[in-house]
């Protein structure tokens, strides 16, 4: 990494999938997270462009984080970007989208946005202006394609620059989390740390200890790192598609046939309406006509009738939201009612651990992969980890936790906090690389 040189303070953002945070310096050379909503550290990485009462000439108003998902739940008109991180490296990502009262907006002005309002709620803590800044990078933006990895990585630090950081560095998220944990520790360990968040999940084999946090260059210590493209969005779209869609006609079939059995209504919409970034893509005119001639398609009209109210009324966000709740609600074990009475009266789907292993297993065998990749890169048995560390909102399932706990039998699972651990690890590198520069 350059040695900074831009005059003005600095930061810390940890831009994640489902949730976001910034540090700032704080008395006596730490760092602190900034409140960025309702007096939390985190705030949910949620953009909201309302046009309702807004003029003809007028741009969207844009509300973030809780009040964003509040105003779309509350049915204001308007467009909700959720997972705007996963665009990063896609072909979306030089395109422009529809937000309402036609107006549209490249993509990356949406990142953009997100980053300005993290950025000025920092200065008004901080009372400067800030102009350097450390981003949190996942191992992976991109599986299996350098080229679209780095395109992401480099789309993610012009945004930032066009909102005002005159230097951007990046940090391995996992390798974040393993300074925060290390921030802690009086002996050398050999930690597998598990990020598994929104939209990643990525392992890191690093060797802390407080004999090594003096050092800034730590590529001695980071053993391996790998990951994938899997993690809590993935796991709303399996939700949503077990347990939701098919009221909707997902894997129904269509009405009998003379020359043979009925067929499989198509699929495509489903995918598009439980995947967060491409639920919008569904509500365009054409699509939406489209989807209405194939009333036909059904065996069961009660589902394209559900399924048009969804595209009709603009529901994808809204089912996703309880595909993402009903995640929660049984990561510990737990088990939920879904209540789906805005598609029609009285209907409702169930889900509990079990009925989540099974829609989530391929992806939780992916993951599990990822970490005995990162130990084999390593070189480093599986017996020979000290502390499986986890961080990420996605640890809170409990199965994925115990399937990568086996995969380390000796390393004691240690629990960091599921929102800021990155945040806060990227505090603690941008402190010591800023300082280092001063110095």
Same mark, same amino acid.
């Given at each position: 990494m350059t040695a900074p040189s831009a005059p003005g303070a600095f930061c810390a953002i940890d831009f994640g999938t489902s949730n976001s945070a910034i540090a700032v310096p704080a008395a006596g050379g730490a760092m602190r997270l900034v409140a960025v909503e309702d007096g939390q550290p985190t705030m949910p990485t949620a953009v909201f462009y309302q046009v309702e009462g807004r003029a003809a000439h007028e741009a969207p108003l844009r509300l973030y984080g809780r009040a964003a998902l509040a105003a779309y739940i509350e049915g204001h008109e308007g467009r909700l970007m959720r997972s705007m991180k996963s665009v990063l490296g896609s072909p979306l990502a030089d395109q422009r989208t529809e937000v309402g009262a036609g107006h549209a907006v490249p993509y990356l002005d949406v990142v953009g946005g997100y980053l300005q309002h993290l950025k000025e709620l920092a200065e008004r803590e901080a009372g400067a202006p800030l102009t350097r800044a450390v981003l949190g990078r996942p191992v992976y933006f991109v599986d299996d394609d350098p080229a679209r990895d780095a395109q992401a990585q480099a789309a993610l630090e012009a945004a930032a620059r066009a909102v005002g950081f005159a230097e951007v560095s990046f940090q391995y998220e996992p390798i974040a989390a393993a300074l925060d944990y290390e921030s802690r520790l009086d002996t050398e360990q050999l930690v597998l740390v598990a990020d598994i968040g929104g939209g990643t999940s990525d392992f890191s084999l690093v060797r802390v200890g407080p004999r090594r946090r003096v050092h800034l260059d730590r590529r001695d210590d980071i053993l391996a790192n790998h990951g994938v493209h899997v993690a809590g969005t993935d796991f709303d779209r399996q939700v949503e598609l077990a347990t939701i869609l098919p009221t909707c006609g997902y894997r129904g079939l269509g009405p009998p046939r003379p020359d043979g059995p009925p067929r499989e209504v198509?699929?495509?919409?489903?995918f598009d309406l439980a995947t967060w970034h491409l639920v919008n893509t569904v509500y365009s005119v054409p699509r939406v006509l489209e989807l209405r001639r194939m009333r036909s398609f059904y065996g069961d009209p009660? =589902?394209?009738?559900?399924?048009?109210?969804?595209?009709? =009324?603009?529901?994808?966000?809204?089912?996703?939201? =309880?595909a993402e709740d009903a995640k929660i609600a049984v990561a510990e074990g737990g088990t939920t009612e879904i209540d789906l009475r805005r598609l029609e009266a009285g209907l409702a789907a169930r889900l509990d651990e079990a009925g989540a292993v099974h829609a989530l297993d391929p992806e939780l065998d992916r993951i599990v992969a990822a970490a005995r990749e990162t130990l084999r890169a390593a070189g480093v048995a599986a017996d020979e980890v000290d502390v499986l560390y986890l961080t990420g909102g996605s640890t809170g399932f409990a199965p994925l936790v115990r399937r990568i706990a086996d995969a380390v039998p000796r390393a004691t699972p240690i629990a960091g906090d599921r929102h800021a651990s990155v945040a806060q690890g990227l505090g603690v590198h941008a402190q010591r690389l800023h300082a280092r520069a001063r110095g």
């Amino acid at each position: 990494m350059t040695a900074p040189s831009a005059p003005g303070a600095f930061c810390a953002i940890d831009f994640g999938t489902s949730n976001s945070a910034i540090a700032v310096p704080a008395a006596g050379g730490a760092m602190r997270l900034v409140a960025v909503e309702d007096g939390q550290p985190t705030m949910p990485t949620a953009v909201f462009y309302q046009v309702e009462g807004r003029a003809a000439h007028e741009a969207p108003l844009r509300l973030y984080g809780r009040a964003a998902l509040a105003a779309y739940i509350e049915g204001h008109e308007g467009r909700l970007m959720r997972s705007m991180k996963s665009v990063l490296g896609s072909p979306l990502a030089d395109q422009r989208t529809e937000v309402g009262a036609g107006h549209a907006v490249p993509y990356l002005d949406v990142v953009g946005g997100y980053l300005q309002h993290l950025k000025e709620l920092a200065e008004r803590e901080a009372g400067a202006p800030l102009t350097r800044a450390v981003l949190g990078r996942p191992v992976y933006f991109v599986d299996d394609d350098p080229a679209r990895d780095a395109q992401a990585q480099a789309a993610l630090e012009a945004a930032a620059r066009a909102v005002g950081f005159a230097e951007v560095s990046f940090q391995y998220e996992p390798i974040a989390a393993a300074l925060d944990y290390e921030s802690r520790l009086d002996t050398e360990q050999l930690v597998l740390v598990a990020d598994i968040g929104g939209g990643t999940s990525d392992f890191s084999l690093v060797r802390v200890g407080p004999r090594r946090r003096v050092h800034l260059d730590r590529r001695d210590d980071i053993l391996a790192n790998h990951g994938v493209h899997v993690a809590g969005t993935d796991f709303d779209r399996q939700v949503e598609l077990a347990t939701i869609l098919p009221t909707c006609g997902y894997r129904g079939l269509g009405p009998p046939r003379p020359d043979g059995p009925p067929r499989e209504v198509p699929s495509r919409v489903y995918f598009d309406l439980a995947t967060w970034h491409l639920v919008n893509t569904v509500y365009s005119v054409p699509r939406v006509l489209e989807l209405r001639r194939m009333r036909s398609f059904y065996g069961d009209p009660r =589902q394209h009738a559900r399924l048009m109210k969804v595209v009709e =009324q603009h529901l994808g966000h809204a089912l996703l939201g =309880q595909a993402e709740d009903a995640k929660i609600a049984v990561a510990e074990g737990g088990t939920t009612e879904i209540d789906l009475r805005r598609l029609e009266a009285g209907l409702a789907a169930r889900l509990d651990e079990a009925g989540a292993v099974h829609a989530l297993d391929p992806e939780l065998d992916r993951i599990v992969a990822a970490a005995r990749e990162t130990l084999r890169a390593a070189g480093v048995a599986a017996d020979e980890v000290d502390v499986l560390y986890l961080t990420g909102g996605s640890t809170g399932f409990a199965p994925l936790v115990r399937r990568i706990a086996d995969a380390v039998p000796r390393a004691t699972p240690i629990a960091g906090d599921r929102h800021a651990s990155v945040a806060q690890g990227l505090g603690v590198h941008a402190q010591r690389l800023h300082a280092r520069a001063r110095g």
